[in-house]
């Protein structure tokens, strides 16, 4: 079943569609009951969105747990979904990219949103930080920098040891900028400088 771009773009602009989908994307499948307490959001509204999202084919049935009375339902990403943004660059929908964007970010904004009301949070004390400096690259360049980038993390991606904590990495790289100065700015908290910014 081929997804539309409406369909997409409906799913983006849906906090409850984006939040299940990220969760999916980032964990695997996932039942009904854990997307539940993921996301916080009220069990009717959950399931009618979960269905909603199925029909539209945007998620499968993987499993089905007969749980008491009740059947569980586990649910990933279809397989069409699991490559929108092919699509997306395919239909060129720049639009639909840079409203994927404002949801992204909004993520991020909930993060840090959620640490600065932890009464426990410690900026002396916990690791971390953002920064945005502007590399010159090709179109090449950027594509085996962003491989490379896949490659370091990738050992980090699953918890090895009882005392790692869980901290989200984003990385950005945005479109091709018309100015040709570079503009850096940031803030962290893990003491380390990028030699030569600004340069």
Request: net charge negative.
């Amino acid at each position: 079943m081929a997804l539309e771009l409406s369909e997409v773009h409906d799913c983006i602009g849906n906090p409850l569609k984006l939040r299940t989908i990220m969760l999916l994307a980032r964990n695997g499948p996932m039942t009904a009951k854990r997307i539940l307490q993921e996301t916080g959001a009220s069990q009717t509204t959950l399931y009618r969105t979960l269905n909603g999202m199925q029909e539209d084919g945007i998620l499968e049935v993987v499993s089905e747990t007969k749980v008491r009375a009740m059947t569980e339902r586990t649910y990933d990403l279809s397989i069409d979904f699991k490559h929108f943004d092919v699509d997306m660059a395919r239909e060129n929908d720049i639009q639909g990219y840079c409203n994927l964007f404002s949801s992204f970010s909004l993520g991020l904004l909930r993060d840090f949103h959620e640490y600065a009301e932890d009464p426990d949070a410690d900026l002396a004390k916990d690791s971390t930080g953002f920064v945005s400096i502007g590399l010159y690259l090709t179109d090449d360049e950027a594509k085996k920098l962003a491989w490379r980038f896949v490659e370091l993390i990738e050992p980090y991606m699953s918890r090895t040891c009882p005392e790692q904590k869980l901290h989200n990495m984003a990385l950005v790289l945005t479109p091709p900028l018309k100015r040709d100065a570079i503009s850096e700015s940031g803030a962290n908290t893990l003491g380390v400088r990028l030699e030569g910014a600004g340069e």
